[in-house]
């Protein structure tokens, strides 16, 4: 069964400029979720979709967007680009039951977009 | 509101037992999660905890106590593979699958 497939692997940019990063789930997961990972600040929550639908957003300034397709496959932007957006950025699928309740712990992350900007 | 405090890194020996602590503050808490990331990878689930107790997987055991907002993460019979990062990602009630890491604490396994 094939991971969480994030492409591009790396990237640099300069400030001013977007950004679309790519997220392709297990087979099967309805659930993507995005985080950014600093040094600083760790894993830090961006937004997760289910169908399609944000369900939940983190406190990122709304240069940060997303969006998920009806194959589940999802796509995050950042527009304006700033030296602090430089990080890893990491998709992660879940199976998630839509109305059953939060999931039960096991998000499956992709190797994550590596996103300098200079 | 919500917070999440570990420590930051920790360093034991091969053979050692090592327990990564979590306190959380987290509005309508549900649950307490588990992850190692090693360096350059992506971060691994290791184990949940929905009810207070212990939780074992092999090597590793992961305990939560509801009432003090608290969990922790054992690992025994430590390997130089287990060198890493450990997060605590605590979940809320209906904010289906948001997960809270922090900065994670960063495991030293020395021979």
């Known amino acids: 069964k094939a991971g969480v497939t994030q492409t591009p692997r790396y990237l640099i940019k300069t400030r001013g400029q977007q950004v679309t990063l790519s997220c392709s789930p297990i087979?099967?997961?309805?659930?993507v979720s995005w985080y950014q990972q600093t040094p600083g600040q760790g894993l830090q929550f961006l937004f997760e979709y289910f169908s399609e639908t944000q369900r939940n957003k983190g406190n990122f300034p709304g240069r940060f967007s997303g969006r998920q397709f009806s194959n589940s496959r999802s796509e995050m932007n950042v527009s304006t680009l700033e030296l602090g957006d430089s990080a890893l950025y990491l998709c992660a699928s879940s199976l998630s039951f839509g109305t059953g309740g939060p999931n039960t712990g096991e998000l499956f992350f992709g190797e994550g977009s590596r996103l300098t900007v200079l | 509101g919500q917070s999440l405090e570990q420590p930051s890194e920790v360093t034991a020996v091969e053979g050692a037992i090592v327990q990564i602590n979590c306190t959380y503050q987290?509005?309508?808490?549900?649950?307490l999660s588990w992850y190692q990331q090693h360096d350059g990878g992506a971060p691994t689930f290791l184990s949940y905890?929905?009810?207070?107790g212990l939780e074992e997987t092999g090597r590793f055991s992961s305990f939560l106590s509801r009432s003090d907002s608290y969990g922790y993460l054992l690992l025994q019979e430590l390997q130089m593979k287990d060198s890493a990062s450990y997060f605590c990602?605590?979940?809320?009630?209906?904010?289906?699958?948001?997960?809270?890491f922090g900065s994670g604490t960063k495991l030293n396994v020395k021979p």
């Open positions: 087979s099967g997961h309805r659930s």
């Open positions: 987290t509005s309508g808490f549900y649950g």
């Open positions: 990602a605590p979940t809320a009630k209906y904010n289906f699958n948001k997960f809270y």
């Open positions: 905890n929905g009810l207070d």
